[in-house]
């Protein structure tokens, strides 16, 4: 398994960023797909899910209605579209396979620091 993220950087608050994450050594098609983040100082949280087929999506509240998580299947992609970032929101970005409760292997993760 290997998850490899990308977009990432610094943003100012009320902007907007585009993370990515290749996937490779397994069958993504088959896989729920998470998004998770950690803060400086703070343990692992979870941001965001979305099914096999991109039909069914969750979001932290944290995150409702400023990010959007979506899927490329044929491209092995994940993404995560950021907006009306804030401060708060700075942290490690990681994709992680598998759904909100059961995500288990990890990237090596994308900075995102919100900052004016």
């Known amino acids: 398994v290997q998850l490899v993220e990308s977009g990432g950087g610094l943003a100012q608050p009320g902007g907007s960023l585009r993370l990515s994450c290749a996937a490779s050594?397994?069958?993504?098609?088959?896989?729920?797909m998470s998004w998770v983040r950690q803060a400086p100082g703070k343990g692992l949280e979870w941001v965001s899910s979305?099914?096999?087929?991109?039909?069914?999506?969750t979001y932290a509240d944290s995150v409702e209605g400023r990010f959007a998580i979506s899927r490329a299947n044929a491209k092995n992609t994940l993404y995560l579209q950021m907006n009306s970032l804030k401060s708060e929101d700075t942290a490690v970005y990681y994709c992680?396979?598998?759904?909100?409760?059961?995500?288990?292997?990890r990237g090596q993760g994308t900075q995102v620091t919100v900052s004016s």
């Open positions: 992680a396979r598998g759904d909100r409760d059961s995500w288990g292997s």
């Open positions: 979305i099914s096999t087929l991109g039909a069914t999506t």
């Open positions: 050594g397994f069958t993504f098609s088959n896989y729920w």
